[in-house]
C-alpha cells in the first residue's frame, strides 16, 4: 500500500490568492496524477507525472500548474483563486497497475 | 455514450444482504480492473483488483469481470453498516489510460 500525503486537508482562501497544494509519497513510485471531484460528483484527472520534469495535462481542463523536481513531491499551484475552484483536490501515485489516493484536500475560495 | 457507465444509487440496503454493485464499459482496450471505496471527504480507498475474467475473493469482498459482456461486479457478503460508502469502479487499459466510473452510493442500514 502506497503512503500519499496531502496537505493541508482543509483550506479556505479569498479569491485572488495564490495557493498550493502539496503531495508527497514515500514509494518512490514515478507516475503521479491530480484528479478534481466536486462532492458527490466524478473524478477527474486535472495533471500527471510520469517522472521528474514530466508533466502533463489531464481530461480535464485546469487553470492550476503542477512540478515535478523531485520524485517523491508533486505540489499543485493555483495562481490566482477563484470560487469556481472549490472542490476537492486528490493526489494518486501508481504502483503497477494500481492507483493509490492521498487523503484529499478540500479547497474552498471564498 | 461515457466509457464507463455504472448506476450512481443511492442503494440502501440492511445490515448482512448481499450487495451487488456493477459497472459497463464499451472499451475493449480496458485489461485492468479495479473497486475503490470512498468514505465522505476522504480519497478513494483500493478494495479488489483483478485483470482476467471470473471471480477474485478477498473476505466478504468478491470481484467480478467478464470481458466478453464488458462487465464488471463488486458483491458484498453480510454486509455492514461500516460498508456504507461510495463505491467507484476503475478500468485500465495496458498504456496506462485509467477511467472511473462516477460511483454508486451504498448505505447499510444497521
Known amino acids: 500500500e502506497a503512503d500519499i500525503y496531502q496537505t493541508p486537508r482543509y483550506l479556505v482562501i479569498g479569491t485572488g490568492k495564490k495557493i498550493t497544494l502539496e503531495c508527497s509519497q514515500t514509494?518512490?513510485?514515478?507516475?503521479m496524477y491530480w484528479y478534481q471531484q466536486d462532492p458527490g460528483m466524478e473524478l477527474h484527472l486535472i495533471h500527471y507525472?510520469?517522472?521528474?520534469?514530466?508533466?502533463e495535462k489531464g481530461d480535464l481542463s485546469s487553470e492550476s500548474t503542477v512540478s515535478r523536481i523531485r520524485t517523491e513531491h508533486f505540489p499543485l499551484t493555483l495562481e490566482s483563486a477563484r470560487p469556481s475552484h472549490t472542490s476537492q483536490y486528490l493526489c494518486?501515485?501508481?504502483?503497477?497497475?494500481?492507483?493509490?489516493f492521498g487523503e484529499g484536500s478540500w479547497l474552498t475560495v471564498v | 455514450q461515457k466509457e464507463v457507465e455504472q448506476d450512481p444509487g443511492p442503494l440502501s440496503v440492511p445490515e448482512g444482504a448481499i450487495v451487488s454493485l456493477n459497472c459497463t464499459y464499451s472499451?475493449?482496450?480496458?485489461?485492468?480492473f479495479m473497486w475503490y471505496r470512498q468514505y465522505s471527504r476522504k480519497g478513494p480507498e483500493l478494495l479488489m483488483y483483478?485483470?482476467?475474467?471470473g471471480n477474485k475473493e478477498d473476505g466478504r469482498f468478491t470481484a467480478q469481470v467478464d470481458k466478453s459482456s464488458k462487465y464488471i461486479s463488486l458483491f458484498i457478503r453480510d454486509s455492514q453498516p461500516s460498508d456504507s460508502a461510495t463505491y467507484l469502479c476503475?478500468?485500465?487499459?495496458?498504456?496506462?489510460?485509467?477511467?472511473f466510473g462516477p460511483g454508486t452510493s451504498l448505505s447499510v442500514i444497521p
Open positions: 494518486a501515485s501508481t504502483a503497477g497497475d494500481t492507483i493509490y
Open positions: 483483478t485483470y482476467s475474467s
Open positions: 472499451n475493449s482496450a480496458f485489461q485492468y
Open positions: 507525472s510520469y517522472g521528474v520534469n514530466s508533466t
Open positions: 476503475a478500468m485500465k487499459t495496458s498504456y496506462d489510460k485509467v477511467i
Open positions: 514509494m518512490g513510485h514515478d507516475k
